[in-house]
């Protein structure tokens, strides 16, 4: 018998089975299955391990964004009051 791979959730009258799960079926019953639900269950040979993509690395930030509003709040940018 071979070992098949559930590629989805199933649940039928056939059996249940978890993305994942290996059952061990006659080739006649993985047929019948995947009649049912077309993709469902595939050979366990067959299935290639996909290799786990790194996430990029993230920027840290050592500083605040600079925000053009706050930037140079200090200096006054409206017309001098005549002093």
Known sequence: MPTYVAQW??????????????????????????????????LATAVKKTAVKSTPKTRELTEPDNDRQVKNASVSRSRPTGK
């Open 9 to 42: 959730n199933y649940k039928s009258s056939y059996g249940q089975y978890s993305k994942g799960d290996k059952p061990d079926l006659a080739e006649d019953e993985a047929a019948q299955i995947n009649v049912d639900s077309p993709g469902v269950l595939v």
